[in-house]
């Protein structure tokens, strides 16, 4: 199967500071690689499309200089949180299509928790 | 605008019986229809999915229902057991940019 990573699991970082999230496919090339957002109990909200060697696409409502999205290679893309407040505490998850012939399926990460004290 | 709507929002079953979770949208332009299985704490697994070409998709004990004209479609569970017991989410996907809307999810609870 198809394996996709995610390095922090979990996070505490004061307010203010900046913290990087990893998503790598682990067996596979990744064309495409998506960012979501979960609060507890609610469902997952897509903040952004990221395709190797190009400029991330944001959904609406999103602030791309908050979130920076770097898609450096075809098994890793990175979402930096800058200057991170309380309220962007929430659960983070990334997803992976794989490369080559058009594919259905998109793999998901294990999530990253981000704490915001 | 809200283009999937997921019913119901939480629902229990008694270990045998069977699950039964909806999903109806309004976007003509999604061409593929996951079913996700979340478990507290970690990532979305697929579970099972189906294309609009076929109306229905059996997977062991789970089955997926695809209503074109009604742009409806559903999961059933046959013989839950408490391991099911998780939060499942149906989540089109467009077929231009390839991006899953999420469903509200709706969490499932198998009594023993």
């Known amino acids: 199967g198809a394996v996709v990573s995610q390095h922090p699991s979990r996070v505490i970082c004061k307010s203010g500071t900046s913290v990087k999230i990893e998503c790598r496919s682990l067996?596979?090339?990744?064309?495409?690689m998506f960012w979501y957002r979960q609060f507890p109990k609610q469902s997952l909200m897509l903040m952004a499309t990221s395709n190797e060697g190009s400029k991330a696409t944001y959904e609406q409502g999103v602030e791309k200089d908050k979130f920076l999205i770097n898609h450096a290679s075809l098994t890793l893309s990175t979402l930096t949180v800058t200057s991170a407040h309380p309220e962007d505490s929430s659960f983070y998850i990334c997803?992976?299509?794989?490369?080559?012939?058009?594919?259905?399926?998109?793999?998901f990460g294990p999530g990253t928790r981000l704490t915001v004290l | 605008q809200q283009q999937v709507k997921q019913s119901p929002q939480s629902l229990i079953v008694q270990k045998g019986g069977i699950s039964i979770i909806n999903c109806a949208y309004e976007?003509?332009?999604?061409?593929?229809f996951p079913w996700y299985q979340q478990f507290p704490g970690k990532g979305p697994a697929l579970l099972i999915a189906?294309?609009?070409?076929?109306s229905e998709k059996k997977e062991g004990r789970f089955t997926i229902s695809f209503n074109k004209s009604a742009k409806q479609f559903s999961l059933h569970i046959m013989d839950s057991q408490p391991g099911d017991s998780a939060t499942y989410f149906c989540?089109?996907?467009?077929?231009?940019?390839?991006?899953?809307?999420f469903g509200s999810g709706t969490r499932l609870l198998v009594r023993p």
């Open positions: 989540a089109p996907r467009m077929d231009s940019s390839y991006k899953l809307i």
């Open positions: 067996d596979f090339q990744a064309t495409t």
């Open positions: 997803s992976a299509r794989k490369h080559g012939r058009a594919s259905d399926t998109q793999y």
């Open positions: 976007n003509t332009a999604f061409d593929y």
């Open positions: 189906i294309r609009p070409d076929v």
